[in-house]
């Protein structure tokens, strides 16, 4: 089965400054999903960023990127400009190929990001 | 139309009750999710339906019982809950099942049992 790890359970950043989280996942298989999802206090889960992973080139969405190492089964998700609006609880999540588990995402157990003004 | 639409946003129910809860969404997506998350968790999986049919059911007790009317709507029964039900129950939508383009999310119900 996949696992998802997420080292940081709290971290916090000024605003207009730059924060990295960090995610490690488990999987033997070759072709997956990874995703970066936000969930402020309002509930709602956002989607922030998407990785394919026969893709090499690191994924960008406006002020956030990820770094995506296959080999070290790493996938870290960098803020840049942070901003008050990015306040919330970030999870990292896996999904295994087309056909195979039904669009199933496993999640991290999160990492809740404070952004102090 | 972007959203998945949940309602109830809150819901207090005793644990003798009928309660339905219901998710809705207008993109033309096929797949369609059931989620349970407790405070300060990740999301847990409940049931899968993809072309309105059941493609997977984590092991949830029957007092869980979904249905998925038409492609637009998925609905959630519950029946005779414990208080350790009390949850956020989150709805979501893919185009389908076979693409990852990730989920659209509803902001989801909180369940309170008593």
């Known amino acids: 089965a996949q696992t998802v790890t997420q080292s940081q359970p709290e971290m916090s950043v000024q605003e207009a400054e730059t924060v990295t989280l960090s995610c490690t996942y488990d999987?033997?298989?070759?072709?997956?999903?990874l995703f970066w999802y936000k969930q402020p206090p309002s509930r709602q889960m956002i989607l922030v960023i998407r990785?394919?992973?026969?893709?090499?080139q690191n994924a960008t969405e406006n002020r956030f990127s990820v770094n995506f190492q296959k080999a070290a089964k790493s996938f870290s998700l960098k803020i840049s400009d942070s901003q008050l609006g990015d306040t919330a609880m970030y999870f990292c999540a896996f999904m295994e190929p087309p056909g195979t588990s039904y669009g199933k995402l496993t999640f991290g157990q999160g990492t809740i990001l404070t952004v102090h003004p | 139309d972007t959203e998945v639409t949940q309602t109830p946003k809150h819901l207090v129910m005793g644990m003798t009750n009928k309660k339905s809860l219901k998710c809705e969404q207008h993109?033309?997506?096929?797949?369609m999710y059931w989620y349970k998350q407790k405070a300060k968790k990740p999301p847990e999986l409940m049931f899968v339906?993809?072309?309105?049919?059941?493609?997977i059911n984590e092991s949830v007790p029957s007092r869980f019982s979904p249905e998925c009317p038409n492609s637009s709507l998925l609905n959630l029964h519950l029946h005779a809950l414990q208080p350790e039900d009390s949850a956020l129950y989150l709805c979501?939508?893919?185009?389908?099942?076979?693409?990852?383009?990730?989920?659209?999310f509803g902001s989801g119900t909180r369940l309170t049992v008593v």
């Open positions: 339906y993809s072309y309105e049919k059941l493609s």
């Open positions: 999987t033997s298989e070759n072709n997956y999903y």
């Open positions: 990785q394919e992973a026969y893709k090499q």
């Open positions: 993109m033309g997506h096929r797949a």
């Open positions: 979501a939508s893919s185009r389908d099942t076979g693409r990852t383009y990730g989920y659209t």
